[in-house]
């Protein structure tokens, strides 16, 4: 087998061998940089394979045995919910040389990170990540209280080479989503009352028209009606197990 698989080869064999393991789904997406493999945890949680790279993004033990899954070498949260910012998940994951960066509401928890900031833009681990806005309009816990407030939490556009990948965290069909360019590659939450309805997740992709887009977060939602709504759109819709 040694001889037959060396480098990044031997590592997204072996990466391959553990996620089916486990049970999870993957795509495989070719970059300039080199096949970008998407591996579908659940809910929001992701794991983007790159060029010998493993990014966790919001890392759930609940979700995985993170025991058995690669070693991070960047770990990106959203936000500090509990559904999506886990320290048992990322302590499992995390070595000495893991870059770690997280929105700011995560800071009374998490220690030794880079901070994000709606608009930050970065280089970690070798990839550009843009923290952009992710927040609620309409939801409300009570009143005048979003499920989510505006610039609390992130989404993150990562670049791969010649792709450009939107994880967009816990929001709605915010006007900034209009801003977002060359987007190939999006994941956009489909729950109530957290997120978005099929309606908003089909407003928001027409909005900034990525190639895929990939539902996910989206609990007991129908997903054939975003399949429906997206229909002659230009639009690939691809449903994995995200719920």
Avoid: W
Wanted: with cysteine.
């Amino acid at each position: 087998m040694a001889q037959l698989f060396t480098g990044v080869s031997m590592f997204f064999l072996v990466f391959a061998l553990t996620a089916v393991a486990q049970g999870f789904e993957t795509d495989t997406i070719k970059t300039s940089a080199g096949d970008l493999k998407i591996t579908f945890i659940g809910h929001g949680t992701l794991i983007l394979s790159c060029a010998g790279k493993v990014i966790h993004v919001d890392p759930v033990s609940q979700l995985a045995d993170y025991s058995k899954l690669p070693k991070a070498d960047v770990i990106l949260v959203t936000h500090e919910h509990h559904d999506h910012f886990d320290l048992k998940a990322l302590d499992l994951i995390r070595t000495s040389k893991t870059v770690v960066a997280a929105s700011e509401s995560c800071a009374g928890q998490l220690k030794d990170f880079i901070i994000m900031k709606n608009g930050d833009v970065k280089t970690i681990g070798g990839f550009k990540v843009e923290a952009v806005p992710a927040y609620n309009i309409v939801h409300m816990r009570s009143k005048d209280v979003p499920y989510h407030p505006k610039n609390v939490g992130n989404g993150y556009v990562i670049t791969f080479g010649d792709r450009r990948v939107y994880i967009a965290g816990d929001t709605e069909n915010i006007p900034e989503m209009k801003n977002l360019e060359a987007i190939d590659i999006a994941f956009l939450p489909m729950n109530l009352p957290y997120t978005m309805t099929p309606e908003m997740v089909a407003a928001a992709a027409k909005s900034f028209e990525p190639k895929i887009l990939y539902p996910y977060h989206f609990s007991d939602t129908d997903t054939s009606r975003i399949v429906e709504l997206l229909k002659d759109t230009g639009i690939e819709v691809r449903i994995r197990k995200m719920n």
